[in-house]
């Protein structure tokens, strides 16, 4: 059996199970031996599985745990997809995924991080200008999380103080 054969069922047994965490592990493989198409279909797959879980979450009414390795996949995935649709200018649709994720964890600091997002979209802010005057892309690196976590506090401070939406949130 190929190595190609090999990683499409191992690909094929992930999905099958429904184990986002598994096809994350084999993302670097599958850059290194899919073409652009076979790729492509590799994370339409992921984002599938995690638009399942979202649903599963959501209809039984819990918060997704970060901690668990599955519920950590699924909130990657879905941040991942937010993220490509924020950076495509689909503000509303990042915006609207940006919302739902805020609420979907049981970790305060994502869930804060997620809203910083939420708030920006909704604002129509451009990704750029996010990136370039709310993030800390330094702080976030070093901390090493999947999802921008870190914000300049003088711009995210005043987002949030020109919401309209309420919390009490730290950054």
Avoid at 50 to 75: G, Y
Avoid at 120 to 139: N, Q, V
Wanted: aromatic content about 10%; proline content about 1%; hydrophobic content about 40%.
């Amino acid at each position: 059996m190929s190595s190609v054969e090999m990683l499409e069922k191992e690909v094929l047994k992930a999905q099958k199970d429904g184990d986002i965490a598994s096809l994350y592990m084999l993302e670097q493989r599958a850059h290194e031996t899919f073409d652009e198409d076979t790729l492509a279909s590799f994370y339409v797959t992921i984002l599938d599985i995690a638009l399942e879980r979202l649903t599963d979450t959501l209809e039984s009414h819990r918060a997704m745990d970060i901690c668990e390795v599955q519920d950590f996949s699924t909130l990657r995935a879905l941040y991942e997809y937010a993220m490509e649709n924020y950076s495509e200018g689909k503000i509303s649709d990042a915006s609207a995924l940006f919302e739902v994720l805020s609420g979907l964890s049981n970790s305060k600091g994502f869930s804060d991080a997620l809203k910083v997002h939420w708030f920006a979209s909704a604002k129509d802010m451009p990704l750029d200008d996010f990136l370039e005057l709310i993030a800390d892309l330094d702080a976030t690196s070093e901390a090493e999380t999947f999802y921008i976590s870190y914000f300049n506090d003088k711009e995210a401070q005043k987002l949030l103080e020109n919401s309209q939406i309420d919390g009490e949130l730290t950054i």
